[in-house]
């Protein structure tokens, strides 16, 4: 018991010796949710194993926090629980509080892979709806009490110690937690690296149909469906909807930022064989002097029905599959029948869905990041 004691003391004073001062606390806790944005969505984008230290860092970024908060909590308590203290910033003070264990506790009931379904919103959703109204929550209650940092808050080697010791402490946390999801074989335990859930099963029923915001079109007519190959090919073409079923077989796997993935038997046409039908693609001629003005294809852009559209370079776009089969079922309208991008190693919101347009470009289109989030309203 006496070492049980010793133990405990220990580690309540190297604790405390981790903890910063108070306006420190404040400004990490607020960089600390700035940088949980960030990179939770930019994890959005990365669908490939080699980004997996992105999500490490979220995930000891979000220990961090909790550690930090506790600190801060224990610090200003008597402000809250003290009606005699409180002031108007008070009901904002508690509403940033509100949403960042919001925040924290979907994070973390997602880790040990629960579930809880709101509609069509996974657990992850929620997660990520928490820490879009926290971010704007954290920087008003900042401006109630600001104090800007001072040197003394930031000493330099304190501060380094500290904050590697935070980070990896949560990176820590994360690794044992996951040893708990192997031994007691919990849902979370088959979970991609980036924290996706897995949806078993072969064609259209084994997975959900999603969509990124509000596209949510009526039903293609096969017959009257028509797909144009066009833009820098020198033979642009419409094909239908039989011609694009071309049987060729691909297995990969979909994974949606909203937390699950499924892999899956697609079977369609070979994009580079669908630009093939076209003449292949080719540069444009400028005017004038040779060269200068040419326009080199560089990147294909799959167009929706709805407008929602994205772009490959060429040399993926060429490896990807314009899908009208999956699991050996012809596709689903829900799924995004007559035909839909299958793009692997990319995120499940860039394998566009309902394509009626696929054309050769030789910029980058900056407009697709805006369009997926409109596209769908009227
Ligand atoms: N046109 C269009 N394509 C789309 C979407 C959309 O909203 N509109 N949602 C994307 C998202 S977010 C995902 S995860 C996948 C889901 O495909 P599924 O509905 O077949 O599961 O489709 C993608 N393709
Ligand atoms: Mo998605």
Known sequence: MGTGLGIRGALREAVDRLEPP???????????????VVTGLVSFTVGVPEGWPLFWLHRSLGFAI??????KLARVRG?????SLWRRSTALSVLTLVAALGALSTGIVWVFGLDVRLSYWTLLSVHVGFGLVLLPLVAAHATTRFRLPRRVDFERRRTAVRYTVLLAAGAATYRLQQGVNDLLDTAGADRRFTGSQPREGEGNGAFP???WVADDPDPIDRKAYRLRVEGLVSDPVELTADEVAAGHETAALLDCTSGWYTVQEWGGIRVGDLLDAAGGSEAAG??????????????????SVTGYRWSLPLDEAEDALLATHVGGERLSHGHGAPARLVAPDRRGFQWVKW????????EYDLGQWVVTLVSGFE
């Open 79 to 83: 402000r809250l629980t003290d009606p």
């Open 209 to 211: 149909v999603t969509s």
């Open 66 to 71: 909790v550690v930090l908060l506790a600190w």
């Open 286 to 303: 400028g005017f004038g002097d040779a060269g200068d003005s040419d326009r080199e294809p560089a990147y294909v852009r799959f167009t």
């Open 22 to 36: 108070p306006r420190a606390v404040d400004w990490s806790l607020f960089a600390f949710v700035a940088a949980e």
């Open 355 to 362: 394509v009626t347009r696929v054309e050769v470009r030789a």
